[in-house]
T-cell receptor, first 109, second 115 residues
Framework: GQNIDQPTEMTATEGAIVQINCTYQ??????LFWYQQHAGEAPTFLSY??LDGLEEKGRFSSFLSRSKGYSYLLLKELQMKDSASYLC??????????WGAGTKLIIKP | IAGITQAPTSQILAAGRRMTLRCTQD?????MYWYRQDLGLGLRLIHY???????GKGEVPDGYSVSRANTDDFPLTLASAVPSQTSVYFC??????????????FGEGSRLTVL
């Protein structure tokens, strides 16, 4: 079966750095997405990786290793507004999106 | 403001009743999707449409039906609601087809409770 694993919940301090990991086992791979979802709101797109390496976008970076079936989302200079759930999703060989359950990130002052 | 509009935002429904969740987008996107989101689970695809006039089944289609008469509208119907269909439903769209790697744009969600 296809599987996306992420930690259920993480806690970090305002101003710090946090890394949210995602491991996947899917039938084929055509890219990996990260979405942010604030409580009670819709998910919004953060990043897309299809090649190995690091993609940087402001305070957020996303890393991919296809050989290891692994990605992480790195958030720097954490702000209170970064408190949200972060969803990892993989596009499989049929171009269907397989979603992880999400990681709830709690930011403390 | 361009985007996706869902209605209703919240609904309590008696089991056995018929319910249609509405979804309208004004971005002229080809592909549209319906997901359900349940606590502890990832988003699960119910039905999708790659373009107007076509629809397809997702991971959890049973008990749901959709139609795509035009580009903008993609309603989801529960013919006879059951308590296990209590969930938050998200409509989404993307510029390309489901084979495209484009990002998804989501509506604000419809919270449905079936008693």
């Amino acid at each position: 079966g296809q599987n996306i694993d992420q930690p259920t919940e993480m806690t970090a301090t305002e101003g710090a750095i946090v890394q949210i990991n995602c491991t996947y086992q899917t039938s084929g791979f055509n890219g990996l997405f990260w979405y942010q979802q604030h409580a009670g709101e819709a998910p919004t797109f953060l990043s897309y990786n299809v090649l190995d390496g690091l993609e940087e976008k402001g305070r957020f970076s996303s890393f991919l290793s296809r050989s290891k079936g692994y990605s992480y989302l790195l958030l720097k200079e954490l702000q209170m507004k970064d408190s949200a759930s972060y969803l990892c999703a993989v596009l499989d060989s049929n171009y269907q999106l397989i979603w992880g359950a999400g990681t709830k990130l709690i930011i403390k002052p | 403001i361009a985007g996706i509009t869902q209605a209703p935002t919240s609904q309590i429904l008696a089991a056995g009743r018929r319910m249609t969740l509405r979804c309208t987008q004004d971005m002229r996107h080809n592909a549209m999707y319906w997901y359900r989101q349940d606590l502890g689970l990832g988003l699960r695809l119910i039905h999708y449409s790659n373009t107007a006039g076509t629809t397809g089944k997702g991971e959890v289609p049973d008990g749901y039906s959709v139609s795509r008469a035009n580009t903008d509208d993609f309603p989801l119907t529960l013919a006879s609601a059951v308590p296990s269909q209590t969930s938050v439903y998200f409509c989404a769209s993307s510029e390309g087809t489901s084979a495209n790697t484009g990002e998804l744009f989501f509506g604000e969600g419809s919270r449905l409770t079936v008693l």
